[in-house]
């Protein structure tokens, strides 16, 4: 909803405006494949909104559990380009997103240790987690090359990073049929550990690097 409310909000200013030139852009890049639609504010200001879409597997390893991880970039961007020399420019702006790494569990020999102790993959039916970012609502600062909203067409390219603010991560297990009710609650208590330690090896991990590259088409 805060996407679609900082959308609406941008498209009122643009039809408020007296916009005197627009443009769209394809992009690929670190916020995966995206589209951004520009106009003019001023001789030497320029506004963007676009949206950026990313999903990649990757393990990841950052415990003492291997995990088989999916990257999911959801990102809109809401941006002022301000190019007081020519088509080199400085961006700002905000990136509303729904970024997150989905995790899911691989044993290791056929266990899982998780807080110092292993247990038989049998054992445990799931074991799942979640990071997300801190800020569904980054700050973002770069600089760049071209303009979606000048005239013809041009390539453009970003180089910024957005702050994503300290992550947010979430972990379950389920008990297997062969674990007792003390095992059970044992188990859990493990999994929230492991979550912890996860929060705790990540907690530095505040900023995403942007790099887009693209191809404008301006009017």
């Given at each position: 909803?805060?996407?679609?409310?900082?959308?609406?909000?941008?498209?009122?200013?643009a039809?408020?405006?007296?916009?005197?030139?627009?443009?769209v852009g394809?992009?690929?890049?670190?916020?995966?494949?995206?589209?951004?639609?520009g106009?003019?504010?001023?001789?030497?200001?320029?506004?963007?909104?676009?949206?950026?879409?990313?999903?990649?597997?990757?393990?990841?390893?950052?415990?003492?559990?291997?995990?088989?991880?999916?990257?999911?970039?959801?990102t809109?961007?809401?941006?002022?380009?301000?190019?007081?020399?020519?088509?080199?420019?400085?961006?700002?702006?905000?990136?509303?997103?729904n970024?997150?790494?989905?995790?899911?569990?691989?044993?290791?020999?056929?266990?899982?240790?998780?807080?110092?102790?292993?247990?038989?993959?049998?054992?445990?039916?799931?074991l799942?987690?979640?990071?997300?970012?801190?800020?569904?609502?980054?700050?973002?600062?770069?600089?760049?090359?071209?303009?979606?909203?000048?005239?013809?067409?041009?390539?453009?390219?970003?180089?910024g990073?957005?702050?994503?603010?300290?992550?947010?991560?979430?972990?379950?297990?389920?008990?297997?049929?062969?674990?007792?009710?003390?095992?059970?609650?044992?188990?859990?208590?493990?999994?929230?550990?492991?979550?912890?330690?996860?929060?705790?090896?990540?907690?530095?991990?505040?900023?995403?690097?942007?790099?887009?590259?693209?191809?404008?088409?301006?009017?």
């Amino acid at each position: 909803m805060k996407i679609k409310a900082l959308m609406l909000a941008v498209a009122a200013f643009a039809a408020a405006g007296s916009a005197q030139a627009v443009g769209v852009g394809a992009r690929v890049g670190t916020t995966g494949i995206g589209a951004d639609f520009g106009f003019s504010v001023a001789p030497t200001l320029l506004a963007r909104v676009g949206y950026g879409y990313l999903n990649y597997s990757h393990s990841v390893d950052q415990t003492d559990v291997s995990y088989d991880g999916r990257l999911k970039i959801s990102t809109a961007s809401l941006l002022l380009d301000w190019s007081p020399l020519g088509p080199f420019r400085i961006t700002a702006g905000l990136m509303p997103n729904n970024n997150k790494v989905e995790l899911t569990g691989r044993p290791t020999n056929g266990t899982y240790t998780l807080n110092g102790r292993s247990y038989q993959a049998s054992d445990i039916g799931s074991l799942s987690g979640e990071v997300k970012a801190g800020n569904s609502v980054a700050p973002y600062v770069g600089i760049g090359y071209g303009n979606v909203a000048t005239a013809g067409v041009n390539f453009y390219f970003d180089l910024g990073v957005m702050y994503m603010g300290t992550p947010k991560s979430s972990m379950s297990a389920a008990c297997g049929a062969s674990l007792s009710t003390t095992d059970c609650n044992q188990l859990r208590s493990d999994v929230a550990a492991e979550q912890q330690r996860l929060t705790d090896d990540l907690k530095y991990v505040k900023w995403y690097p942007v790099a887009n590259i693209g191809v404008t088409i301006g009017f």
